[in-house]
């Protein structure tokens, strides 16, 4: 690998990087090219250097938001195998931070997205739905594994009703 392509794969982590915190603060209806390069201080044009389209810029910081929240949970779990009601209890008390709301926002935005299959979204967002499904079953167990599915839904619907509620 030559120095130029590091350094070119070096700065689209670091735009990848600068371009989920904006969806986090903004949202999607809030990127547009322009409001993404200006959030990563650049012009759209040198923007569109780095990634062949915006879609798949902003699928590689859904991404990272993504593992992002895996690596939480793993800091919240112990190691090993812990059970369904470890992983909801987790993701509850995670849910409980208002730091964490702008990206449970950010999540059901993509989710309606998908539900009126966008392309680009719907794969992001099954890929991540299948990301945390495995991850899941493999904090479960194989004994476990099949409860995931439930799991998720359960988390994922009491993190809607949440926000929903809130009064803020």
Same mark, same amino acid.
Do not use: C
């Given at each position: ?9 070096? !700065? ?12 986090? =603060? ?29 879609? =798949? +810029?902003?699928?590689?910081? &859904?991404? +990272?938001?993504?593992?992002? &929240? ?6 919240? &779990? ?9 992983? +909801?209890?987790?993701? !509850? &008390?995670?849910? =409980? ?18 539900? !009126? ?38 988390? =994922? ?12």
């Amino acid at each position: 690998m030559t120095r130029a392509s590091t350094d070119k794969e070096n !700065r689209q982590q670091d735009i990848v990087q600068a371009v989920a915190q904006h969806l986090v =603060e903004n949202g999607i209806h809030n990127s547009a090219l322009r409001a993404l390069a200006k959030s990563v201080g650049m012009s759209d044009r040198m923007l569109m250097y780095y990634f062949e389209t915006k879609e =798949e +810029l902003i699928a590689q910081a &859904l991404m +990272l938001i993504a593992s992002g &929240l895996i690596g939480s949970l793993e800091n919240a &779990l112990p190691r090993g195998q812990v059970s369904g009601q470890q992983i +909801l209890d987790a993701l !509850r &008390l995670m849910g =409980e931070d208002p730091a964490a709301h702008p990206g449970q926002k950010l999540w059901f935005e993509i989710i309606g997205l998908a539900m !009126r299959d966008d392309g680009p979204y719907k794969t992001t967002a099954t890929q991540i739905l299948d990301g945390w499904e495995e991850w899941i079953k493999d904090r479960l167990g194989s004994k476990r594994a099949h409860m995931a599915p439930a799991i998720l839904a359960q988390a =994922e619907g009491e993190m809607m009703i949440n926000l929903l509620r809130r009064h803020d």
